[in-house]
T-cell receptor
Framework: DTGVSQDPRHKITKRGQNVTFRCDPI?????LYWYRQTLGQGPEFLTY????????KSRLLSDRFSAERPKGSFSTLEIQRTEQGDSAMYLC????????????FGPGTRLTVT | SQQGEEDPQALSIQEGENATMNCSYK?????LQWYRQNSGRGLVHLIL?????REKHSGRLRVTLDTSKKSSSLLITASRAADTASYFC????????????FGKGTMLLVSP
């Protein structure tokens, strides 16, 4: 399967713990996006990478959130000191340089904070 | 924040019928896209229409865009049970990095 992959698919954590999610985009897609989706809502943009550079961050991305894409390939999203309000589906998407505007989404990581 | 608002929130039809979903948005856009989401396959891109286009077709899908009314519609003809999913419109703005702003979605149920 050469689609976008995310790991883990599900994560249950206790409030106050740190969690890290990984996204592997489609090979040679240099543009990578993170979104968050809560129940009954559409995805909301969190942050955008072009190669290894983080070029855009939503104001939804509080100080407890950090994202990296160190070599321009996979990306990680870390949430520190998780809160119950962080419970959501975290989606990763990618698209190629010079390609169309459509984004290719991964299956998501469902986070539950207890 | 959500840019688009889909209407209706939920739609229930029989196989073979047509399904129409509407989307309204607030700011000037560069393009508007429709995505489908079900539990099995996640979010999948369906069709894209640019701001200088008025109508586009892809298989059983027809999308229209009225930039003067800031609205779009998605028509699925001859619906199948496999079309059961949530459908989202997503807008890309003129400036920026093609990040998408999604609506809340329409949940479509197609009964056999």
């Amino acid at each position: 399967d050469t689609g976008v992959s995310q790991d883990p698919r599900h994560k249950i954590t206790k409030r106050g713990q740190n969690v890290t999610f990984r996204c592997d985009p489609i090979s040679e897609h240099n543009r990578l996006y993170w979104y968050r989706q809560t129940l009954g809502q559409g995805p909301e943009f969190l942050t955008y990478f072009q190669n290894e550079a983080q070029l855009e961050k939503s104001r939804l991305l509080s100080d407890r959130f950090s994202a990296e894409r160190p070599k321009g390939s996979f990306s990680t999203l870390e949430i520190q000191r998780t809160e119950q309000g962080d419970s959501a589906m975290y989606l990763c998407a990618s698209r190629p340089q010079g390609g169309g505007l459509e984004q290719y989404f991964g299956p998501g990581t469902r986070l539950t904070v207890t | 924040s959500q840019q688009g608002e889909e209407d209706p929130q939920a739609l229930s039809i029989q196989e073979g019928e047509n399904a129409t979903m509407n989307c309204s948005y607030k700011t000037s856009i560069n393009n508007l896209q429709w995505y489908r989401q079900n539990s099995g396959r996640g979010l999948v891109h369906l069709i894209l229409i640019r701001s200088n286009e008025r109508e586009k077709h892809s298989g059983r899908l027809r999308v229209t865009l009225d930039t003067s009314k800031k609205s779009s519609s998605l028509l699925i003809t001859a619906s199948r049970a496999a079309d059961t999913a949530s459908y989202f419109c997503a807008t890309g703005i003129v400036s920026g990095y093609s990040t998408l702003t999604f609506g809340k979605g329409t949940m479509l149920l197609v009964s056999p």
